[in-house]
């Protein structure tokens, strides 16, 4: 393939998924790490995609196509961790916590300490996880209708349920914040995280940044109406989102 098609390939690509990553690109094409680095390099300057950590992120602020679940899982690992990390000292024995759907929340599960918490989902993956390690937590899954992609349950049962539940605390992840709209893929599961969190005494978001400036469907909720926002630290993109609430950032370790 020749290096403007694989160009325009690279640039298709990330448009149509709103992320890449540089191992996925090596196995479709091909060709070298360092052919590929050089590639988004050369990409970034032309303007044509930004670079992250391990890939690239489309500027088109609304990707043609949500991820799978399974893609997900691989993408921005490392920021999500960071992120992540950071919220883990705010998890305080004796409370009741909501824990929302995504990838970076089952990270975030993956990652706590096994305490005296009531911990409420409506993500199977999440409840999985703690599940396996949990001896001290007692585990609520809320049910309802199923939305395969990310394996969480929404609909009114699941929202008859949250309502009627009163949270301390309550952790979400987007799909996107672009200015002060925090949004997901459906509606349903957007009410769903607004529920929870409208219940919740403490709200926090946890994302990595490649969301920020990212358009979704629906708009479920409002950054000023968040407590906190944890996030991966890169400085010159979290900076505005400190004119609406708290900002606290993990630094992404090195492997």
């Known amino acids: 393939m020749l290096k403007e098609d694989r160009l325009n390939y690279i640039v298709e690509e990330v448009n149509h998924y709103g992320h890449i990553k540089v191992t996925d690109i090596i196995d479709q094409l091909h060709v070298s790490d360092m052919t590929i680095r050089r590639d988004l390099d050369e990409l970034e300057k032309r303007g044509q995609l930004r670079r992250v950590h391990g890939g690239a992120v489309s500027l088109n602020d609304y990707p043609n196509k949500e991820l799978s679940h399974r893609d997900k899982k691989i993408i921005n690992i490392d920021l999500k961790k960071a992120a992540a990390r950071a919220a883990l000292p705010y998890l305080k024995p004796g409370e009741t916590i909501f824990l929302g759907p995504g990838t970076t929340m089952e990270i975030f599960a993956s990652m706590m300490d096994d305490m005296d918490l009531r911990v409420v989902t409506n993500c199977l993956p999440v409840f999985k996880t703690l599940n396996e390690k949990s001896k001290q937590m007692k585990l609520y899954l809320v049910g309802g209708e199923m939305r395969k992609i990310t394996e969480s349950f929404h609909g009114s049962i699941t929202n008859a349920a949250l309502a009627s539940i009163n949270f301390h605390k309550a952790f979400v992840s987007c799909n996107g914040l672009n200015n002060s709209d925090i949004m997901t ?71």
Do not use: C, W
Request: avoid cysteine; charge should be negative; proline fraction near 3%.
């Open 185 to 255: 893929a459906t509606f349903e599961e957007g009410n769903a995280q607004k529920i929870a969190l409208n219940n919740s005494t403490e709200r926090y978001l946890i994302i990595d940044s490649s969301k920020i400036d990212k358009r979704d469907f629906y708009t479920y909720y409002k950054l000023e109406d968040i407590t906190k926002v944890f996030i991966d630290h890169n400085e010159p993109l979290i900076r505005p989102l400190e004119a609406s609430t708290k900002i606290e950032s993990g630094e992404v370790e090195d492997n």
